[in-house]
């Protein structure tokens, strides 16, 4: 026979225990939500930008700039362009005379190429013959497991285009002249000062020539001698890449571009890229990794010109793609900093820091000139909707944050930590490499996508993505270590 139950019993019980515990839980459901209400709260404190402030347009003193740029690199030019189209009286200033070199790799990524159609600026490079689209790239593992496609079939245009800086930031400054922007050239900024009361910066140069404006927005690169001097920028860049063009006709190359990953420079590499005219630019990449200064894994900024030349004449893979004829330039070579190394802030009370004096380099590729761009126009967008509120503060200027971050910024942990892994762990780009020669061209667009800017780094941990090269560093791993895959990246030895 079954044993009763007690029904009127159990539900005495239930409600007992509830009366019992009604008050435990009524203070845990407050205190939740009153953390959400709090947290919501703070939300939108951090991110509340005021609809009136003291400056609307037509307080400007005559004589006075709504916008002064410092620097007419790629950010400086590609926010005073959008400043100007909407009206705003900006002054560009930069301490060179136009057209000025710039030593970097030149690879102009699609997000930046998207903004110079937008600005005019592509089909001017075009018609000139000063861009070059990539399309036969790829790279060399450490191990020297290598591919090269064409990822442009697969993505339905160029991951990037070659183009030299002596070019690229003279087309965007006087894009910039032409749309309204007041440019002085030859105006090198000695001394910034804010005047918190007229809420004006006033700008000097060093022949003494002051320039007066609502917003100051320094571009004047990763060394920023204004952003060091007004205690936004607190130490010295940590990264380096070097550049030597190649003569045409000279060399053996018959691709577009190539990354080379050699194990004792990692997470640095070397890259080849193509430029019209058969020209070529060879440049190294030193990439910060290690808590020493001046540490870029196995190797130090110190070692760069060391590792871009023995590299010409005795890294296999280089050396073949240069020939034995191939006539070089001198060695150039550059500061990087990367992803906001060394930067307090970027804004302040009427104040934006944008492009490389930003730090905005991608810490993986080492890669900015996109960056710079997307966050040029950022800054600009930001300036704009002030103005239009009349508000400057440091909480209006915030909105510049949000937008560079959106756009790109959240990108620089993963990149960060990514430099770190394939430093430790090189099989990875083993894998990878491995991997493309067995898919083809749909793993190179994946890899072209996330390198530049067109997916974040996070792609790469996409079921679709990560599992093939879950399965392709198992299969590297029992490779390299059960059945012994030569290292086919070695030195040669010297004579």
Not at 73 to 93: D, E, R
Not at 294 to 315: F, M, P, T, W, Y
Request: proline fraction near 4%; charged fraction near 20%.
């Amino acid at each position: 026979m079954a044993p009763s139950i007690d029904l009127q019993g159990a539900v005495r019980s239930a409600q007992e225990y509830v009366e019992k515990n009604q008050k435990t839980v009524a203070i845990a459901a407050g205190a939740t939500t009153a953390a959400l209400v709090a947290a919501y709260a703070w939300r939108r404190a951090a991110n509340y930008v005021p609809a009136k402030g003291k400056y609307p347009v037509g307080t400007l003193p005559s004589g006075a700039f709504e916008a002064i740029i410092v620097g007419a690199g790629p950010s400086g030019s590609v926010c005073g362009h959008y400043l100007a189209k909407q009206g705003v009286k900006v002054a560009l200033l930069d301490k060179e005379k136009f057209p000025r070199d710039k030593y970097c790799g030149d690879a102009v990524c699609t997000p930046a190429i998207r903004i110079l159609e937008d600005m005019g600026v592509l089909k001017e490079l075009v018609d000139n013959n000063e861009a070059h689209f990539a399309d036969a790239g790829g790279f060399v593992s450490p191990d020297g497991t290598s591919y090269i496609g064409a990822s442009k079939q697969k993505l339905g245009q160029a991951a990037c285009c070659a183009v030299k800086r002596i070019n690229l930031d003279v087309r965007i400054a006087r894009c910039a002249q032409r749309t309204g922007a007041t440019f002085k050239e030859g105006f090198e900024v000695v001394s910034a000062t804010y005047d918190k009361g007229a809420g004006l910066w006033t700008v000097t140069s060093a022949s003494g020539e002051k320039v007066v404006g609502r917003v100051l927005v320094i571009a004047d690169g990763a060394t920023s001698k204004l952003a060091t001097k007004l205690g936004y920028c607190t130490e010295a860049p940590r990264g380096v890449c070097s550049r030597a063009f190649v003569e045409g006709g000279t060399h053996n190359t018959n691709f577009d571009g190539v990354c080379f990953y050699p194990k004792w420079s990692l997470p640095g590499y070397a890259a080849i890229f193509r430029h019209p005219n058969d020209e070529l630019n060879y440049c190294y990449y030193l990439i910060p990794c290690g808590n020493k200064p001046g540490q870029c894994g196995e190797v130090s900024e110190s070692d760069l010109a060391r590792l871009h030349n023995d590299a010409i004449k005795n890294d296999p893979f280089i050396s073949a793609a240069l020939g034995p004829n191939a006539k070089l330039e001198r060695m150039r070579a550059a500061a990087l900093r990367l992803g906001g190394q060394g930067l307090t802030t970027t804004f302040d009370d009427h104040m934006l820091i944008i492009g490389d004096a930003a730090g905005h380099i991608d810490p993986l590729t080492g890669e900015g000139i996109h960056t710079a761009m997307m966050g040029g126009k950022a800054a600009a967008e930001t300036i704009i909707d002030m103005r239009n509120t009349g508000d400057f503060s440091k909480q209006s200027c915030k909105a510049y944050s949000r937008r560079w971050y959106k756009a790109y910024g959240h990108d620089f942990f993963m990149s960060q930590k990514m430099a770190e892994v394939i430093h430790r762990y090189p099989i990875l780009l083993d894998a990878m490499a491995s991997e493309m020669q067995r898919q083809g061209d749909v793993m190179m667009s994946k890899w072209a996508e996330v390198m530049t800017n067109m997916q974040p780094k996070t792609y790469f941990l996409q079921p679709h993505v990560a599992l093939p090269l879950g399965i392709a560093i198992l299969r590297e791993f029992l490779a390299q270590k059960v059945f012994g895959k030569p290292d086919r990246y070695q030195l040669k030895k010297s004579a």
